[in-house]
Every structure is written in structure tokens, then in C-alpha cells.
Nanobody, 115 residues
Framework: QVQLVESGGGLVQPGGSLRLSCAAS????????LGWYRQAPGKERELVAI???????NYADSVKGRFTIPRDNAQNAVFLQMNSLKPEDTAVYYC?????????WGQGTEVTVSS
């Protein structure tokens, strides 16, 4: 069983930065694909960024050039560095660990971008 705990959300002004963290329990972390997703009010959950076990990354077009998804296997953690935030980035952000065909989700952390 993998348990995920996200942190780092909050209120930030447009143009600001936030760093989300996702800490995982379990021994499969270094062999898993990791992702960040978000769900805005009234919208479906969408992919923000993913990083494979080999370090390959992929980003939604809406966040390319602004967000990065570093992972630290030694700490069993994945991060989402968000820069140049926009009001449309407001959402609940979830991390996901995928391993051996199974998905594990965190509880979500809320990000609000507003002046």
C-alpha cells in the first residue's frame, strides 16, 4: 500500500510562485511514474505534469515553461515547482503514483491564485 501526503498549497498573487510537495510511503517509489493533476471548480481533473521512473517529463501545454516536476527518490518525494502563476491555475492539485498498473492518489492540496 502506498500513502501520499501533499503539502505546499495556499493563496498566491498572480505572477507568484509555489512549490508543492508529495511525500510517499512504501518501497516502490523509485520504480514508479509520478504525476501531478489538478481539478478546478466545475471542471474535470486534468494532467499537469508527469515524470517517469527514468526522469522523462511531460507537461500540459498550459503550464509548459512555468512548471517543473522534480523528483527525489532518496526522499520518496515529488515536487511541483510553479512559477508565473495565473488565476487559471487555481485548482486542487493531486499527486499520483503509478506502479505495476495501479494508481495511488493523494488527498489534494488547494492552490488559489488571486490578487
Amino acid at each position: 500500500q502506498v500513502q501520499l501526503v501533499e503539502s505546499g498549497g495556499g493563496l498566491v498573487q498572480p505572477g507568484g510562485s509555489l512549490r508543492l510537495s508529495c511525500a510517499a510511503s512504501g518501497s516502490i517509489f523509485s520504480r514508479a511514474a509520478l504525476g501531478w493533476y489538478r481539478q478546478a471548480p466545475g471542471k474535470e481533473r486534468e494532467l499537469v505534469a508527469i515524470v517517469t521512473r527514468y526522469g522523462n517529463t511531460n507537461y500540459a501545454d498550459s503550464v509548459k515553461g512555468r512548471f517543473t516536476i522534480p523528483r527525489d527518490n532518496a526522499q520518496n518525494a515529488v515536487f511541483l515547482q510553479m512559477n508565473s502563476l495565473k488565476p487559471e491555475d487555481t485548482a486542487v492539485y493531486y499527486c499520483k503514483v503509478t506502479y505495476s498498473g495501479l494508481d495511488y492518489w493523494g488527498q489534494g492540496t488547494e492552490v488559489t491564485v488571486s490578487s
